[in-house]
């Protein structure tokens, strides 16, 4: 994860608020029209007060009273509407973040997230986006209104006395600057240790949920019960501190407004005796500073709040700065296919050499089969074959063009990739293969299917294609999801099919009718085989052995 300064954070934060900029400014305003209704109720008791002790006021009782309910209706008012417009700014921002950031990790899929726990990514498209609410309903707002506050506050005590004024904005500078400031480089990396750890322990449960069935097989319940315990009570020692944080928080605040509060009383009563003042300004000016802490209150207590959502923050951020490994190409050219030829390519994850001056030619309308052992780069390049990767050296040609310079969603639409593990959504088994062709018509599902002898299965079930498939298609075994992942590549009808291990999970009489199904294509048609099992192998045109990552 990369570190950030808070400064830092908070600025890429708040650029995103520019789209509502006129919201915030509203906001801000109404939240200081109605901090300033709250603030001279009080002061407006004051004056009633000095009124009923027969001093001099510029306000009558029968004012002060109706100037009172008037203040405590549009207090009431603001307030609300401030809120309304905080919170409304704050969850549409939330929305345009989460696009960002699924736009951002379909341009990282699926070089950049292979590696990545799915647990700790939810975690941060779920909660820490979720957090991010605090910062734009309870942070931007407040700090506005605060800085407001303290001017339009240390002016009118000024007005009394310029010392009092001083000593009020003493006070708020503290309260509203240096306390959350100190809270916060007192709770160190806390917060970020314990969004880390809180994302980690999502993907650890995310594990053993899907491991479910084998932790009891072979009974490692007690031990994975052990460790989720032992992780949960680290994050609950983070969480813990946190807790403490914001109650020494509390209590700094509560004691230095306490002890200005008793300075502005010395000190207005020093002014009294001294005649610089009369009992009416010390009246006012007293009351005025003790009621007015509100706005940098808020302030101080974002000191240990705001770093769990500044953590939150610099975890959405690593995402949106993550650089994908391919970028999308738009500005270059469509194609045709036509054939396709891989010329000395050589491909590392990291340190590993994958493949090592791989030359391979696909003529257009063959079935090109590649066989070796597992490790041996088989995948890896079909995979450099969707651009998913990049070569390190060497070329991939589609159609003539280095794929470098054909545009993603072109080369995309001519080639089909079947995987060995086929990845099923939460949603009916119609959808499911219809993810490969969206406009496609039932009947055009119903006949990929068969092609991937999947349809008299499909057609036992209650529903039918309108059968629910259960999450990542637990419902069905591997061979029924590795068929519909056939049916979905059969739908797409791309020119160029990549078909990794597709007959892995199925017995000889499903095998033997996909392997027809494939013998039958049409003549433009053109497969590439990656298969370990001789029987797949014997309906290819031209087999290549791959060893080491070299052509053998």
């Known amino acids: 994860m990369k570190k950030r300064s808070p400064i830092g954070i908070m600025t890429r934060m708040i650029k995103l608020v520019k789209p509502l900029a006129g919201f915030m400014c509203l906001a801000v305003f109404l939240g200081g029209c109605g901090f300033l209704c709250a603030e001279f109720i009080t002061i407006m008791g004051g004056y009633a007060l000095l009124d009923v002790l027969k001093f001099e006021t510029p306000f009558s009782l029968k004012a002060v ?6 203040l405590a209706v549009f207090r009431a008012a603001f307030r609300c509407t401030e809120q309304y417009l905080n919170h409304y700014i704050a969850f549409t921002l939330l929305a345009l973040i989460r696009d960002r950031v699924f736009k951002a990790v379909r341009r990282l899929c699926p070089a950049k997230l292979e590696g990545r726990d799915k647990g700790d990514l939810i975690s941060v498209i779920t909660s820490d986006i979720e957090l991010l609410e605090v910062f734009y309903a309870h942070t931007i707002s407040p700090i506005c209104i605060a800085a407001v506050m303290t001017v339009i506050m240390t002016v009118f005590i000024s007005v009394q006395n310029i010392v009092l004024g001083m000593i009020a904005l003493c006070a708020y500078i503290c309260v509203g600057i240096i306390v959350p400031i100190v809270i916060f480089k007192l709770s160190g990396s806390t917060a970020d240790e314990f969004r880390a750890q809180s994302g980690q322990l999502s993907a650890f449960v995310l594990d053993n949920l899907r491991g479910l069935d084998e932790t009891i097989q072979y009974s490692a319940g007690e031990r994975r019960i052990t460790e989720l315990k032992s992780r949960a009570d680290d994050l609950a020692v983070k969480q813990e501190k946190m807790s403490r944080n914001i109650g020494l928080n509390a209590a700094i605040t509560n004691s230095v407004i306490l002890i200005f509060d008793l300075i502005m009383l010395f000190a207005a009563l020093g002014l009294y005796n001294a005649g610089s003042v009369d009992f009416s300004q010390v009246v006012i000016s007293v009351i005025a500073m003790m009621s007015s802490f509100g706005p940098v209150v808020a302030l101080a207590n974002l000191g240990s709040v705001l770093q769990n959502t500044l953590a939150s923050g610099n975890r959405v951020l690593d995402i949106l700065d993550e650089q994908p490994v391919t970028d999308e190409i738009t ?10 030829n891989a010329q000395n390519v050589t491909f590392s994850y990291g340190n590993e050499t994958i493949l090592d001056d791989f030359t391979l030619g696909i003529e257009k309308g063959t079935i090109t089969g590649i066989v070796g052992k597992s490790g041996s780069g088989k995948s890896t390049f079909l995979k450099l074959l969707m651009r998913f990767w990049e070569t390190n050296q060497g070329a991939i040609t589609v159609s003539g063009e280095n794929i470098n310079n054909i545009n993603t969603k072109s080369l995309r639409s001519n080639e089909s990739f079947v995987t060995q593990d086929t990845q099923l959504f939460h949603e009916t088994i119609e959808y499911n293969v219809k993810i490969a062709k969206l406009n496609a018509t039932h009947d055009e599902v119903v006949e990929a299917c068969k092609k991937a002898s999947i349809h008299d299965f499909i057609m036992t079930l209650p529903n039918g294609y309108d059968t629910q498939v259960g999450e990542l298609g637990d419902t069905l075994s591997g061979g029924e999801r590795q068929r519909i992942g056939l049916a979905r590549a059969f739908l ?7 078909l990794d291990e597709p007959t892995s999970n199925l017995d000889s009489l499903n095998e033997a009718v996909i392997l027809k199904s494939l013998l039958d294509k049409d ?12 029987s797949t192998m014997r309906i ?13």
């Open 65 to 70: 009273f109706i100037g009172v309910i008037l």
């Open 331 to 340: 500005d270059g050219k469509d194609i045709s296919f036509s054939g396709a």
């Open 492 to 498: 797409h009808n791309a020119p160029l099919m990549l």
């Open 523 to 534: 003549e433009d048609k053109t497969v590439v085989l990656v298969s370990h099992r001789p």
């Open 540 to 552: 290819c045109d031209v087999s290549y052995s791959v060893e080491n990552g070299r052509m053998s």
